[in-house]
């Protein structure tokens, strides 16, 4: 076990806390036009704040937006946003976006249902699926189709509903991660959805205004890690697939990469757009998939972005913590760092994302308590951090290695080079020579797919990503935490004034 501590040991070494808390909530409120319409929302159950739970969070300018599902009657916005160029407040009032009436529960033509993560692309637009449904397993309702809605950020406009095809859905079908690719012009667009019960690949062209799916063994959970342990509540979400999606900057090739990871898996896997791009390679691209590799026990991962020098954030939700890969390096283990880690903010990072100016967003929400346990609405439950990105990775594995490593040292021990696939000009990556080796088969042995689970054979779940009680709770919950809580963060002096750097750098350098 050894090896074990030393590889956690690692990215901590240097890993103070970074992630700086900007927003929290106990409990989710809204904002009304005035106090009179939130007591009558209220007292009609249109408004039941102790139901809502933030899943999804993007920033443009100076809106944040924040998602909140319809899993539970009395949310009155499932997409909103908090204005970030008002006088600061720490627990801000969402804002439906665009409208009231563009959130309306039931109204497929004009409305939206249940919305989870969102991407806002340089072309400033905002990329919405609603996937038109009310309640949760077992009692989820569907409302409406399958609809991508596209809004003109500029305009707060809706420029673009599509409906999903039927063949692009399955009966088990459940999509809450996408990811947008912005070829050489806007029009050049295209956006990827992971179906992680349904175990497939939906990619939407935004020139022809079509869909199609791809299916492969990849996108199924690995049966060997479906058990989790998070805020001390045990249980087992063995039947997630594909589920954390991000794409790599464009390549040597013209084209970026896919990088995927099943939620029940600790492996990551990736596909060229060269193959997603293309309705013909539905069909004949089982081997244009690959395996990018291992990150290690305990890395069940929600969420993931990438940023244009090829860096990879992901959520680690059972370590409450937030983990980076740079791509350059080979993703195994002891590449994989821990940029932050908080066992009472960080319970269940829902969201990752990156800015154009490289600030760092992340969202806690502690979801396993919230749908298996109770909430204790005391307590601060909800949280958006956010960190500079060069800050988050100073000390990490992924921070450039030859920054750090004396060239005595170098120069005196065998350089292992590789080249970054992503930059047009090519830059050398020089890997410490000092990390230690590990046997690669000890991780990979048990987590390589089963060819055997084709998706024919595979069983077709019927579940929703919300565990039913029966599965979720184990004979030996443990109503104590697995790991103890510090309260560090809570006892901590915070500053009563907020550096409000977001304000003056919001403008976003046009890039088309
Ligand atoms: C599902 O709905 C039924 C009928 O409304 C209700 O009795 C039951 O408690 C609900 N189950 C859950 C888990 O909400
Ligand atoms: C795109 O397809 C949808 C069907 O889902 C249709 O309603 C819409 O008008 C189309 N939009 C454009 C711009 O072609």
Not at 288 to 298: A, L, T
Request: with cysteine; charged share 20%; glycine share 6%.
């Amino acid at each position: 076990m050894a090896w074990q501590l030393l590889i956690l040991c690692l990215p901590f070494a240097s890993a103070a806390v970074k992630l700086e808390e900007m927003f929290s909530w106990n409990v989710m409120d809204w904002n009304y036009p005035d106090e009179y319409s939130r007591q009558q929302a209220i007292a009609t159950d249109a408004l039941i704040p102790e139901n809502a739970l933030p899943v999804g969070i993007e920033r443009w300018r100076n809106k944040l937006f924040v998602s909140v599902p319809r899993w539970r009657p009395g949310i009155p916005a499932t997409l909103n946003y908090i204005p970030l160029d008002v006088p600061y407040q720490p627990s801000p009032k969402l804002i439906p976006y665009p409208s009231w009436q563009g959130n309306e529960l039931g109204n497929c033509e004009s409305g939206l249902n249940t919305v989870y993560r969102i991407k806002a692309d340089k072309c400033d637009r905002l990329w919405v699926l609603d996937v038109g449904t009310y309640g949760y397993d077992p009692n989820v309702t569907n409302l409406c189709p399958y609809a991508l809605n596209v809004y003109d950020l500029k305009t707060d406009q809706r420029i673009r509903r599509y409906v999903f095809r039927p063949e692009d859905i399955v009966p088990s079908t459940f999509i809450a991660n996408i990811a947008v690719d912005i070829g050489s012009s806007c029009d050049d667009a295209f956006a990827y959805f992971s179906d992680e019960l349904g175990y497939g690949l939906i990619a939407y062209s935004w020139e022809q205004n079509k869909s199609w799916r791809f299916s492969h063994s990849y996108f199924m959970p690995d049966p060997l890690v479906g058990d989790f342990n998070i805020a001390g509540l045990n249980f087992q979400w063995g039947a997630e697939g594909i589920f954390g999606i991000t794409l790599s900057p464009i390549g040597l090739d013209g084209y970026r990469t896919l990088y995927f990871t099943p939620l029940s898996s600790h492996t990551e896997f990736s596909v060229s757009t060269r193959i997603l791009r293309d309705e013909s390679k539905v069909s004949g691209s089982y081997k244009d998939f690959k395996v990018v590799g291992v990150r290690g026990p305990d890395t069940h991962t929600t969420s993931k972005v990438m940023d244009n020098s090829a860096v990879q954030l992901f959520s680690l939700i059972d370590q409450n913590a937030i983990g980076c890969w740079n791509s350059a390096l080979p993703l195994k283990p002891q590449n994989v760092g821990v940029v932050d880690k908080d066992d009472v903010g960080l319970v269940f990072p829902s969201d990752v994302k990156i800015d154009e100016g490289k600030n760092v967003w992340v969202m806690s929400d502690r979801m396993p308590v919230f749908l298996e346990s109770e909430l204790d609405y005391s307590d601060i439950n909800f949280r958006i951090y956010t960190a500079r990105l060069d800050t988050l990775l100073q000390g990490t594995v992924c921070e450039q290695q030859q920054q750090f490593i004396p060239l005595a040292r170098i120069q005196d021990s065998k350089q292992t080079t590789v080249q970054l696939p992503y930059t047009t000009r090519t830059q050398s990556v020089t890997l410490p020579p000092t990390l230690p080796t590990f046997t690669q088969n000890e991780y990979t042995s048990n987590l390589v797919p089963n060819p055997q689970f084709t998706g024919a054979s595979y069983p077709q779940t019927t579940h929703n990503i919300i565990p039913k009680a029966s599965s979720y709770m184990q004979i030996n919950m443990p109503k104590t935490p697995s790991a103890p809580y510090t309260h560090y963060r809570y006892t901590e002096n915070k500053p009563s004034g907020r550096n409000l750097w977001w304000h003056k750098n919001y403008e976003v350098q046009e890039n088309y």
